[in-house]
C-alpha cells in the first residue's frame, strides 16, 4: 500500500525536506518544559508478534487500516524465515521505529542466527522504511525497485511523518544495495524462487521458499482490506494475479490481510480490480466528474474490505485521468 503518489512526488522535488523532519523531530522528542515533558514521556511500541505460520516461518501481521497515530503505521505483513545458517526477511515495515521493533522480535524468536537476506517485495513506504534497522549489505530486490525508492523514498518519508508525526522519528529512506536478478538464490542453505512480476507498481517481487512452499506475495496480493492504487496498472496486475494463481505453493502471505492457504487473496483482489476497473471505465464513458465518481455505491461484497470507501476514493484520484485519456476520443479540429 502506499501514501499519496503525486503528493511524494512534489515532496521528492522540496529540498527542504530534511530540516522540516529534523524541525518535527525535535517537537515531538519535546523541547524539556513541563507541557513537551509529559507529551514527549509517551511510549510509542508497536508490540509486535510473530506468528508461526508454516515450519520455522514467521508472519507479522499489521491491522487493515489506513495509516493513523493509533496503529503508528502497523499496518502492513511482514515476515522472517529461520534457514540453516541464518535468517531471511521479507519487507522491514514503515519506520525505523518498526525496524528497530521486528529487529528485536527476530532476535527473541530465532536468537544468535544472523540476518542473511532482507528483502523488499516494492517501494511503497509501509514496506521498505524499516531497511536502517537492518545491515543494508543484506537488502536485496529488482532493480527497478531499487530505482523507485531513489525517485520516490524521501517524498514518501516526507508524507509518513505527516501522518504518524512522533512513530517515524529517525526514520529516513535506505536503499537497497543488492540488485536481483536470478530466478533462484540460495541463502544460508536455503532456495528461494524470485518472480519479478508488476502491476502493484512497476516493479513487484514475490518470493517463494521452495522448501515449505509459502509464497510471499507483497501488496499484489490483499485479503479482507481494499487494494490501494497509487501505482498500479490494472491490466498488468491481473495478469501478474493469474500467474500466482497458476504458482504451486501451500500457503500465501499477502501484503495486507491474514495468511492465506486457498488462494482467496488472489481471487478477491482480481475480483476487486475488475470491479474497480469496469466501475470507473463506466464512470468516465457516462462523463461524469471524479467527484460524482467518488460516492457511486461499492458493491455488498466488498464490505468486509477494511477502508474500501477511502480507498475507492483514492482509486478514482489515481485511475481517472489515465482512464479519460485512453477511453475519450481525440476530436480533430478541422478549422
Ligand atoms: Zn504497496
Same mark, same amino acid.
Given at each position: 500500500m502506499s501514501v499519496d503518489s503525486t503528493a511524494g512526488k512534489r515532496a521528492s522535488a522540496a529540498p527542504a525536506s530534511r530540516s522540516r523532519r529534523q524541525v518535527m523531530q525535535w517537537f515531538a522528542a519535546g523541547c524539556g518544559c513541563a507541557v513537551c515533558g509529559s507529551a514527549g514521556a509517551r511510549l510509542l511500541d508497536f508490540d509486535l508478534m510473530a506468528v508461526?505460520? /508454516?515450519?520455522?516461518t514467521w508472519a507479522v501481521l499489521g491491522r487493515t487500516e489506513y495509516f493513523n497515530m493509533d496503529n503508528g503505521g502497523n499496518i502492513v505483513n511482514v515476515a522472517f524465515i529461520e534457514v540453516p545458517d541464518g535468517v531471511v526477511v521479507v519487507d522491514t515495515g514503515p519506520s525505523k521505529r518498526y525496524g528497530d521493533a521486528l529487529n528485536a522480535l527476530i532476535s527473541k524468536t530465532v536468537?544468535?542466527?544472523?540476518?542473511l537476506r532482507v528483502y523488499n517485495t516494492h517501494h511503497h513506504p509501509d514496506h521498505f522504511l524499516g531497511n536502517q534497522s537492518f545491515d543494508s549489505s543484506a537488502i536485496a530486490a529488482p532493480q527497478q525497485v531499487i530505482d523507485n525508492i531513489a525517485l520516490e523514498g524521501n517524498g514518501f518519508a516526507d508524507n509518513m511523518y505527516r501522518l504518524l508525526g512522533d512513530w517515524m522519528r529517525g526514520t529516513y529512506p535506505v536503499s537497497p544495495t543488492v540488485a536481483l536478478e536470478a530466478d533462484r538464490e540460495d541463502v544460508g542453505g536455503r532456495q528461494f524462487s524470485l518472480y519479478y512480476l508488476a502491476g502493484h507498481t512497476s516493479s513487484d517481487l514475490v518470493i517463494r521458499d521452495d522448501e515449505t512452499g509459502?509464497? &510471499?506475495?507483497?501488496?499484489l496480493a490483499f485479503l479482507y482490506r481494499a487494494p490501494t492504487t497509487p501505482h498500479a496498472d490494472i491490466k498488468t496486475w491481473r495478469a501478474s494475479l493469474d500467474l500466482l494463481s497458476g504458482m504451486d505453493k501451500a500457503l500465501l502471505i499477502p501484503g495486507h490481510g491474514p495468511s492465506d492457504a486457498k488462494d482467496e487473496s488472489l481471487v478477491q483482489t482480481a475480483d476487486y480490480l475488475d470491479w474497480l476497473y469496469g466501475s470507473i471505465s463506466d464512470s468516465v464513458m457516462r462523463g461524469l466528474t471524479m467527484n460524482e465518481a467518488m460516492v457511486l455505491s461499492i458493491p /455488498?461484497? &466488498?464490505?468486509?474490505?477494511?477502508v474500501v470507501r477511502t480507498e475507492y476514493e483514492r482509486s478514482v484520484v489515481h485511475l481517472y485521468p489515465a482512464m479519460e485519456d485512453a477511453l475519450y476520443p481525440v476530436v480533430e479540429v478541422t478549422r
Amino acid at each position: 500500500m502506499s501514501v499519496d503518489s503525486t503528493a511524494g512526488k512534489r515532496a521528492s522535488a522540496a529540498p527542504a525536506s530534511r530540516s522540516r523532519r529534523q524541525v518535527m523531530q525535535w517537537f515531538a522528542a519535546g523541547c524539556g518544559c513541563a507541557v513537551c515533558g509529559s507529551a514527549g514521556a509517551r511510549l510509542l511500541d508497536f508490540d509486535l508478534m510473530a506468528v508461526e505460520v /508454516a515450519s520455522k516461518t514467521w508472519a507479522v501481521l499489521g491491522r487493515t487500516e489506513y495509516f493513523n497515530m493509533d496503529n503508528g503505521g502497523n499496518i502492513v505483513n511482514v515476515a522472517f524465515i529461520e534457514v540453516p545458517d541464518g535468517v531471511v526477511v521479507v519487507d522491514t515495515g514503515p519506520s525505523k521505529r518498526y525496524g528497530d521493533a521486528l529487529n528485536a522480535l527476530i532476535s527473541k524468536t530465532v536468537p544468535g542466527k544472523p540476518i542473511l537476506r532482507v528483502y523488499n517485495t516494492h517501494h511503497h513506504p509501509d514496506h521498505f522504511l524499516g531497511n536502517q534497522s537492518f545491515d543494508s549489505s543484506a537488502i536485496a530486490a529488482p532493480q527497478q525497485v531499487i530505482d523507485n525508492i531513489a525517485l520516490e523514498g524521501n517524498g514518501f518519508a516526507d508524507n509518513m511523518y505527516r501522518l504518524l508525526g512522533d512513530w517515524m522519528r529517525g526514520t529516513y529512506p535506505v536503499s537497497p544495495t543488492v540488485a536481483l536478478e536470478a530466478d533462484r538464490e540460495d541463502v544460508g542453505g536455503r532456495q528461494f524462487s524470485l518472480y519479478y512480476l508488476a502491476g502493484h507498481t512497476s516493479s513487484d517481487l514475490v518470493i517463494r521458499d521452495d522448501e515449505t512452499g509459502v509464497l &510471499f506475495a507483497g501488496d499484489l496480493a490483499f485479503l479482507y482490506r481494499a487494494p490501494t492504487t497509487p501505482h498500479a496498472d490494472i491490466k498488468t496486475w491481473r495478469a501478474s494475479l493469474d500467474l500466482l494463481s497458476g504458482m504451486d505453493k501451500a500457503l500465501l502471505i499477502p501484503g495486507h490481510g491474514p495468511s492465506d492457504a486457498k488462494d482467496e487473496s488472489l481471487v478477491q483482489t482480481a475480483d476487486y480490480l475488475d470491479w474497480l476497473y469496469g466501475s470507473i471505465s463506466d464512470s468516465v464513458m457516462r462523463g461524469l466528474t471524479m467527484n460524482e465518481a467518488m460516492v457511486l455505491s461499492i458493491p /455488498a461484497r &466488498f464490505e468486509g474490505l477494511g477502508v474500501v470507501r477511502t480507498e475507492y476514493e483514492r482509486s478514482v484520484v489515481h485511475l481517472y485521468p489515465a482512464m479519460e485519456d485512453a477511453l475519450y476520443p481525440v476530436v480533430e479540429v478541422t478549422r
